[in-house]
């Protein structure tokens, strides 16, 4: 696979490169150029000129149409795509074909068919003019694009959350210019093909590879022909990109870290308990921002859980790597760290020895630990990796406060089969996403981001929309 830029419609490779990894197995899979400042100027100027010519005149039916046709060529080149980005992140082919590209495409025809439901998203309300004292006035609200719009993305689902940003961008009809993770330039290469084929007028939808700090993302995000941001990655990277826009007020779109809580109640159904905690800590090797981090169960089962969670996770075999050697450090120093700050290891604990090909890759154990203090790093830093504490609790009130006390609010898990305590506690849990007996169950047009530490904005159904555009208001006096 060849990565390369699209800038105004034309491949282009030139410049500086950097060598691509294959998490499995540690192998050089490729070369990946990075965007200079000239590659990324290059392509804002394309998309300006995008807006001022045929894409900034496409109507709303003729965009849904081209979005349907974006998701028309990854289905066509599914196969490709799935080995691209199993290849790119390590994850197991599997998950690939059947939660990523899947859902890549599903972005693109959940904005087609938004936006044939509701074509240009104008509001029209009749009111008053009371406060004039002449009469009644006709007000109409339109939505306008924002114009030029950067989307910096992740490596841990790069094409689902690539295509979760571009999707309504396209559709609300902003030119976009997205850098995808160094670590995963593939299917972003590959949908960039697509979109050409697709037939997008040029400018429209351009691609820059390359790092972030003092590279190409923050070339593009501290852009004064940047009119938006829209941000999916570390808390600390939100903050420097936010401190980046701030020269030029650019307005931020954020989905950030977390540090999830599952709450366990002694009524729950235990075996859907356990299944769902070890889903939703060790899929992707916990390597998803909606992955359970901090478990708290009611102590009349505690020990059950722990000791059947623990057997599960010994059990689990053809998990995938880490992203990097870089990142495998960083979960390794963290089951160190906890190991220094006191943790009983349930599972887990370190790196696995398989004694083939796959040593030379970014593997570690999956891993279940209890007896930190609440204020524990580990129970408080994000790691990313397939780790959870478990720790017991004894009333409601107690189970909230601890899942609230953390810095980030994404996503929660409340395990219970009792209805009215289900409704009592999902309100009052500090995250922007609480699911009631299941995990990452997605509707997508619900509103997806998090509070505090964990986000800004909300993504998903119109709410996407609502960021990608400008709601001008149109008052006529009768
Ligand atoms: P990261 O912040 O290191 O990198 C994300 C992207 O930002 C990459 O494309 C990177 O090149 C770019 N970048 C880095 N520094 C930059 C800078 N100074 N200016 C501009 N761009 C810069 O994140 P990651 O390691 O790729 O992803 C893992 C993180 O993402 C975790 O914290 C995880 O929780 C979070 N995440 C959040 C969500 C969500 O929806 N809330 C989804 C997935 C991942």
Redesign the pocket.
Known sequence: MKAEHYVGGVFRADGPTFPLITPVDGAEAGSVPEATREVVDDAVAAARAALAGPWGATPAEERAAALRRIADGIQERFEEFVDAEAADTGKPRELAATVDIPRAIGNFRAYADLLYARPERAYTTQIPGWSTGTGQALNYTVRRPLGVVAI??????PLL?LTWKVAPALAAGNAVVA????ETPSTATLLAQVIDAAGLPAGAFNLVHG???DAA??FL?GHPGVDAIA?????A?GA??MR?AADHVTPVSF????KNPALVFADADLDAAVEGTVRSSFTHSGQ??LCTERVYVERPVFEEFVSRLGERARALDGYGPMISAQHRDKVLSYYRLAREEGATFVAGGGAPSFGDERDGGFHVEPTVITGLPETARTVRE?V?GPICHVAPFDTEDEALRLANDSPYG?ASTVWTRDLSRAHRVAPRIETGIVWVNCWNLRDLRTPFG?VKA??IGREGGEYSLDFFSEPVNVCIQI
Do not use: D, R, Y
Request: with cysteine; glycine share 18%; aromatic share 8%.
């Open positions: 910096i993305s992740p490596w841990n689902l959350l850098k995808p993770s160094e790092h972030g700090a993302g923050e995000t941000f999916t990655g570390e808390s990277t420097a990109i980046n989905e950030l870290g977390g998803i921002c994000e990313f994404l998090g964990s986000g």
